[in-house]
């Protein structure tokens, strides 16, 4: 395996009823990092949590718009990372984004 240099972290939270014109905020973050050429993307959505709010959010019997926490994470270049970081601050409401220096490896 190969070390990569200066890798960054990116973690995003939001909920995921969170939407933009109708279409989920974590999806739009996706297709948004996928058009600027980010190396890779992977969302995973939570069973619980909460989001600096007060009030825990978990699953609930015969609910159609759960929601639920997701978690967007990106590892790339910290240049390539701050390409994604305008539109992320122009479309997240409510959430929290984390940057982190990591040791990543690639094969």
Do not use: Q, W
Not at 51 to 70: A, F, N, Y
Not at 94 to 101: E, N, R, S, Y
Not at 102 to 107: D, E, G, Q, T, Y
């Amino acid at each position: 395996m190969e070390k990569c240099k200066d890798s960054v972290l990116l973690k995003i939270s939001v909920y995921s009823n969170a939407t933009i014109r109708s279409i989920a905020l974590y999806e739009h973050i996706v297709l948004k990092a996928k058009e600027l050429g980010l190396a890779g993307v992977t969302v995973i959505k939570g069973a619980m949590g909460f989001i600096g709010d007060d009030k825990i959010h978990k699953p609930k019997l015969r609910s159609i718009s759960e929601s639920l926490p997701v978690t967007i994470e990106v590892v790339d270049t910290e240049e390539n990372i701050n390409k994604l970081l305008p539109f992320l601050d122009e479309s997240i409401k409510d959430g929290l984004v984390v940057l982190m220096p990591v040791s990543a490896l690639k094969k």
